[in-house]
């Protein structure tokens, strides 16, 4: 089935850095999206990408869909402490369900 | 102002005693999606109803069951509440089905289920 690899699980930084974070898969993906959970809250959808190479950017994040259809990766530039959060990447082929990446918690210290 | 709304955002139900989980949306969409989310995991997804279309996921137990009475409201009945479904339930919609274009999934706050 499909697998949705997302790396770092976790990450610590201090505020003012910038964050990456990835999501590799064993399918080809025709569609990226990348979600943001806070604790007690549903995921709130962050970026969504369509096309093999596309960038896309909303505020300071900045996300990409690889041109290999396996790979999306997500930066966060200048973090702020409200980016604490889990990050959830997920994606589908046509027709199918929506699989989620295992989620990379990320704790930005004052 | 909330989209997908989920009702109550928390339960407290006894081991074995049915419980109904609500959620509701102003989006007009054709879908809606019910997820189980444990602690620091990913989403599962129970099943969906595609309009009037109920798809339930292979691995569902019998357990979980849906209503949707009309386009804004979905039910997630619980029949006989385990200690292993205290969990987060998200309620999700999304206008098309996945790969068909317009198949964002918007997801509504989720309620978080204890059971005792």
């Known amino acids: 089935g499909q697998q949705l690899n997302q790396s770092p699980q976790s990450m610590f930084i201090q505020e003012g850095e910038d964050v990456s974070m990835n999501c590799t898969s064993s399918s080809i993906f025709n569609t990226w999206l990348w979600y943001k959970q806070e604790p007690g809250e549903g995921p709130v959808l962050l970026i969504a990408?369509?096309?093999?190479?596309e960038l896309t950017s909303n505020g300071r994040l900045t996300a990409q869909f690889g041109i290999t259809r396996k790979d999306s990766f997500l930066n966060i530039s200048a973090s702020i402490p409200s980016d604490v959060g889990i990050y959830f990447c997920a994606g589908h082929l046509d027709g199918s369900r929506l699989t989620f990446g295992e989620g990379t918690q990320l704790t930005v210290n004052p | 102002d909330a989209m997908v709304i989920q009702n109550p955002r928390y339960q407290v139900t006894q081991f074995g005693k049915p419980v109904t989980l609500s959620c509701s949306q102003t989006l007009n969409h054709n879908v809606m999606y019910w997820y189980q989310q444990k602690s620091s995991q990913a989403p599962k997804l129970l099943f969906h109803y595609y309009d009037k279309d109920f798809n339930n996921e292979a691995d569902t137990p019998d357990n979980f069951q849906s209503r949707r009475p009309n386009t804004s409201f979905c039910f997630l009945d619980i029949r006989s509440p385990g200690l292993g479904d205290a969990a987060m339930y998200l309620c999700?919609?999304?206008?098309?089905?996945?790969?068909?274009?317009?198949?964002?999934?918007?997801f509504g706050a989720g309620t978080r289920l204890s059971v005792l």
């Open positions: 999700a919609t999304s206008r098309a089905l996945p790969g068909t274009g317009g198949d964002i999934q918007y």
């Open positions: 990408l369509y096309k093999a190479g």
